[in-house]
């Protein structure tokens, strides 16, 4: 069936480094690829997504890349803050327009 | 706009007991979605409604749970009857269509004793 995998589960960097986080999709059909950052007791929310015509999004210290021939997608998060500390979960759409979910990473930056 | 709201924020019951969650979307958005998150498994689509029709249940875990949309700024799932397992993070989010961003409600803290 329809799968998203996302690794790794844990993402232990220092501060100021750089985080990237990978995604893999089953369905061909997918067209939507969103990121969502989940901090402590909050709800999930969008910072990036991008769609099938394009390879790469850039919003500031945040990027994602897109290789639909190979399925994959990441998230890339440069000169990490203390504040970049939650769990980010990526998504692929499927054919009848829901999100497939990743099981997400706990991202952790170290001071 | 208020965004997803979604009440309650907090709810405590004992096994047996029905329990009501409430979602109004995002207005003008025709998409909504129901959330299950806990630490084992993670964040589960339950129902996905279109239109206020529900086009996806094969997410709802078993005839105890149950989702109505009798208008586009309303929805609500239920649970009856509630047991421990039960317990989890309910989300509720919206989209102007299929297929765009999900905006997500604070989310209702369900306890199931």
């Known amino acids: 069936g329809e799968n998203v995998e996302q690794h790794p589960s844990t993402l232990s960097v220092q501060e100021g480094d750089s985080a990237v986080i990978k995604c893999t999709y089953s369905?061909?059909?997918?067209?939507?690829f969103p990121w969502y950052k989940q901090e402590l007791g909050k709800r999930p929310q969008l910072i990036i997504d991008?769609?099938?015509n394009v390879g790469e999004k850039k919003d500031q210290r945040i990027a994602v890349t897109l290789n639909k021939t190979a399925k994959h997608f990441s998230l890339h998060i440069t000169e990490t803050q203390p504040e970049d500390s939650a769990v980010y979960f990526c998504?692929?759409?499927?054919?009848?327009?829901?999100?497939?979910w990743g099981a997400g990473t706990k991202l952790i930056i170290k001071p | 706009d208020a965004g997803v709201i979604q009440s309650p924020r907090h709810e405590v019951t004992e096994m047996g007991q029905e329990v009501t969650l409430r979602c109004k979307p995002i207005?003008?958005?025709?998409?909504l979605f129901w959330y299950r998150q806990t630490m084992m498994r993670g964040l589960e689509l339950l129902i996905y409604?279109?239109?206020?029709?529900?086009?996806?249940d094969s997410g709802m875990p078993e005839d105890r749970f149950s989702a109505k949309m009798p208008n586009a700024s309303f929805s609500t799932l239920k649970i009856q009857p509630s047991e421990p397992r039960d317990s989890a993070v309910y989300f509720c989010?919206?989209?102007?269509?299929?297929?765009?961003?999900?905006?997500f409600g604070p989310g209702t803290r369900l306890t199931v004793t």
């Open positions: 991008i769609r099938s």
């Open positions: 989010a919206s989209s102007l269509e299929e297929g765009y961003e999900q905006y």
């Open positions: 409604f279109n239109n206020n029709v529900p086009i996806d």
């Open positions: 369905d061909s059909a997918s067209n939507y």
């Open positions: 207005s003008g958005h025709n998409s």
């Open positions: 998504a692929a759409s499927n054919s009848n327009y829901q999100l497939i």
